[in-house]
């Protein structure tokens, strides 16, 4: 995607070779903190138990692990995704399954007007300059009687990150949303106490290192150097940083988090669900 298509995140762009390099943004075990890890898995988790039969697409769908998580003999599933890389890696995995998988565009869908009862878009709206693009042409792809179900960081709980171009806030998600569906709610994805703390003492670790920017240039050089250096140094940080937080050591699991109405500044993840497209007449 280019800047002027209003682009989804570098990393989207970036994927992975084979599954063996991490992006700013593609979770992997063993790498990944075990409650980022667990966040994720418990996104597609709260999605599954509201899942009815039909076809699900799933728009970022990665390397195709969590998408075949959806899979069901009353479902068929499409996951699509715009690197290459990551594509092929999902179908060689899950093709066998029965997931389908595909290398398109999330804001220019190559599927007819009505094809899909559901659809998943999982922390990926937060990529886009431009996110009522993203939100149009999941619209469009729904059955009149569809479903889309959206995981996105609640902005005020977010930690700086460049592939994070636009965070919402619940009035402001649930007020794009209303301009294409007719029956939006925004709930919350949020953990236990300990799991919070968790986090919390990763943020304050990683704020240490930031300080370390006492000019700022971070924010001063072109954000195409940022998102590149970002990607590149992530996995670092966290094997040097964070190397006690993942592999399973910490014993956070999916089981952890949890949906919840009652949102604040410290609600982790915004859950909402955006149902029956308005249709142009």
């Known amino acids: 995607m280019s800047d002027a298509s209003g682009a989804a995140v570098m990393g ?6 084979k599954g063996k390099h991490l992006t700013g943004e593609r979770p992997m075990e063993g790498v990944t903190p075990d409650s980022l890890l667990a966040l994720h898995a418990a996104g597609y988790r709260t999605v599954i138990e509201r899942l009815g039969k039909g ?21 068929r599933v499409v996951g699509v995704d715009y690197s290459e890389e990551a594509v092929d890696l999902a179908r060689a995995n899950w093709s066998g399954d029965g997931l389908e998988v595909a290398q398109m565009n999330a804001l220019a869908l190559g599927f007819a007007t009505g094809s899909f009862s559901w659809a998943c878009s999982s922390h990926l709206i937060e990529h886009f300059d431009e996110p009522e693009g993203h939100v149009a042409e999941l619209a469009r792809v729904l059955a009149d ?23 919402f806030e619940p009035p ?11 029956d939006v709610t925004v709930q919350g994805l949020d953990a236990v106490p300990h799991v919070k703390a968790d986090v919390t003492a990763r943020r304050v670790k990683a704020e240490k290192v930031l300080r370390l920017d006492v000019w700022d240039l971070r924010h001063k050089i072109p954000r195409s150097w940022y998102v590149g250096f970002y990607a590149w140094a992530l ?36 859950f909402a669900t955006a149902s029956r497209p308005r249709r142009a007449v």
Do not use: W
Request: proline share 4%; with cysteine.
């Open 172 to 182: 402001e998600l649930r007020t794009l949303l209303a301009q294409y569906f007719h």
């Open 235 to 270: 996995p670092i940080a966290y094997k040097v940083m964070a190397r006690g937080d993942s592999g399973g050591s910490t014993g956070i699991t999916a089981d952890d988090f949890f949906v919840t109405d009652d949102l604040d500044a410290t609600t982790m993840v915004l």
């Open 55 to 75: 076809t699900v697409l799933d728009v970022g769908c990665g390397q195709g692990f969590e998408s075949a998580r959806f899979l069901a003999d009353d479902r």
């Open 12 to 17: 989207d762009l970036a994927g992975e070779k």
């Open 145 to 167: 009687d569809g479903t889309v179900f959206f995981l996105t960081p609640n902005a005020p709980a977010d930690f700086e990150n460049p592939f994070h171009i636009h965070l």
